[in-house]
Nanobody, 116 residues
């Protein structure tokens, strides 16, 4: 059973920064894709950022481009989402995502709230 454990969510003021971490219970070195999705109340889950094998390709949602960066530490089986210049509309539950090339896995989610 693959487990993804997220951490780093919380309350931050507009314009602030947060770093989300996701640690997998398996090696992510050969993962086909790994990334972050989010779901705000009353809205569908949407992709925030996703990186593909070897870090050769990374896609970001238009709404976060230039403000967010994902990176991997393969030795620690960890993926990081660095979020800067946060806006109230970034408020959502953020989910870690992993595709091994065979199936998808999701974390439990971590709440990010951007508010004064």
């Amino acid at each position: 059973q693959v487990q993804l454990v997220e951490s780093g969510g919380g309350l931050v003021q507009p314009g602030g920064s947060l770093t989300l971490s996701c640690t997998a219970s398996i090696s992510i070195f050969r993962a086909y894709a790994m990334g972050w999705f989010r779901q705000a109340p009353g809205k569908q889950r949407e992709m925030v950022a996703i990186g593909y094998s070897g870090g050769e390709s990374t896609n970001y949602a238009h709404s976060v481009q230039g403000r967010c960066t994902i990176s991997r530490d393969n030795a620690k089986n960890t993926m990081i989402l660095q979020m800067n210049s946060l806006k109230p509309e970034d408020t959502a539950v953020y989910y870690c995502y992993l595709n091994t090339g065979h199936r998808d896995y999701w974390g439990q989610g971590t709440q990010v709230t951007v508010s004064l």
